[in-house]
C-alpha cells in the first residue's frame, strides 16, 4: 500500500514558477513509475509527466514541455514538479500517482494510488 500526499499549490501569477512535491509512503515506493496528472473544471483528468523508478526516463505532455519537470528522490521518497513560465491554462488541481506496473504513462488508469491532490491557480 502507498500513500500520497502533495503540497506546494497556490496561486501565483502567468509567468511565475511553483514547486510541486509528493511525499510517499510504504518500503516500495522506488520500485514505483510516477506520474503528475491535472484536472481543470468541467475537463477529464489529464496527463502531465512522468518518470520511471529509476528517474532516468522522463515523459511529458506537449504543452508543458519545457517548462515543467519531473523528479524523484527514492532516498526521501518523493517526486516533485518544477513548473515554470507558467500560463492561465495550467490552472487545476494537481495530482501525483503511483504505479505498481505500466505500460502507457499517459493512461490514469494505469495507476494504482492517488493523493488528494494540490490546487494550482495562475491569473493573467
Known amino acids: 500500500q502507498v500513500q500520497l500526499v502533495e503540497s506546494g499549490g497556490g496561486l501565483v501569477q502567468a509567468g511565475g514558477s511553483l514547486r510541486l512535491s509528493c511525499a510517499a509512503s510504504?518500503?516500495?515506493?522506488?520500485?514505483?513509475?510516477m506520474g503528475w496528472f491535472r484536472q481543470a473544471p468541467g475537463k477529464e483528468r489529464e496527463f502531465v509527466a512522468g518518470?520511471?523508478?529509476?528517474?532516468?526516463?522522463?515523459f511529458y505532455e506537449e504543452s508543458v514541455k519545457g517548462r515543467f519537470t519531473i523528479s524523484r528522490d527514492n532516498a526521501e521518497n518523493t517526486v516533485a514538479l518544477q513548473m515554470n513560465s507558467l500560463k492561465p491554462e495550467d490552472t487545476a488541481v494537481y495530482y501525483c500517482?503511483?504505479?505498481?506496473?505500466?505500460?502507457?504513462?499517459?493512461?490514469?488508469?494505469?495507476?494504482?494510488?492517488w493523493g488528494q491532490g494540490t490546487q494550482v491557480t495562475v491569473s493573467s
Open positions: 510504504g518500503r516500495t515506493f522506488s520500485s514505483y513509475p
Open positions: 500517482a503511483a504505479a505498481r506496473y505500466i505500460s502507457d504513462y499517459r493512461r490514469h488508469n494505469e495507476y494504482d494510488y
Open positions: 518518470i520511471n523508478w529509476r528517474g532516468d526516463s522522463t
